[in-house]
């Protein structure tokens, strides 16, 4: 029987591609979580104008990698690299300003988020609903969130903060099941830097979500 007969809507080959899709995603995320630790070190003393412009550094290379992606596979790996050493080094001094505050709230952020991620993104991978509406949907409310997070600067709306919070998880819910749905369904393996990259930002902002609030008594 040939392999490539197809079983329960896949084929074989469709199984095995997917699975070394997923496999090579995480191990890029895993990677690119390294680098931001240790950007995170190296940046430790770093000011506040530095940090907005490894900020900047990180958002040229990930545009960048939407146009290495289909020239160069190594290429794009290492750029995926610098997003996250150049993410770290940007969050330095607010991760110091944490641990020097609220050292127990960074552990709390870190746990939640790995239940958080695992959670929704076990979900969105297993559903055979297409939550590419719901991606939509959540890239929109994350417009308004960051109108709301402006408004907020300048407003003192009582609960605003946890309010601001809240909704960012829901939205990071949806958009974490929807980049876990999209390993399952992507059949090009020279996508798993961008997937990487998509979940890595998805873990990054539920960490910093969840660190607001259990912050919120210091």
Do not use: H, K
């Not at 991978?125 to 308004?144: E, F, H, M, N, P």
């Amino acid at each position: 029987m040939s392999e490539s007969l197809s079983y329960g809507g896949y084929t074989t080959a469709a199984r095995d591609r997917t699975r070394t899709l997923f496999g090579q995603t995480m191990l890029y995320v895993a990677a690119t979580t390294g680098f931001f630790a240790l950007g995170a070190y190296l940046g430790r003393n770093l000011s506040q104008g530095w940090a907005i412009v490894w900020f900047i550094a990180a958002f040229a290379c990930l545009i960048s990698m939407r146009f290495t992606v289909r020239r160069s596979a190594g290429l794009t790996v290492a750029l995926l690299f610098i997003v996250g050493a150049a993410l770290g080094l940007a969050m330095a001094p607010v991760l110091v300003y944490y641990a020097s505050t609220s050292p127990q709230a960074l552990w709390q952020a870190g746990g939640a988020t790995a239940l958080f991620i695992a959670g929704f993104g076990a979900a969105g991978y297993a559903t055979r609903q297409d939550l590419a509406g719901i991606a939509r949907l959540c890239l929109w409310a994350l417009v308004a969130l960051i109108v709301f997070g402006i408004v907020l600067i300048f407003v003192n709306i009582p609960g605003g903060s946890l309010i601001y919070s809240v909704v960012g998880l829901v939205i990071f819910a949806g958009l974490t099941a929807f980049d876990f749905q999209r390993l399952r369904r992507t059949p090009d393996l020279d996508s798993a830097p961008l997937l990487a990259a998509s979940i890595f930002l998805d873990a990054l902002n539920v960490f910093l979500f969840f660190l607001r609030i259990f912050s919120r008594g210091n």
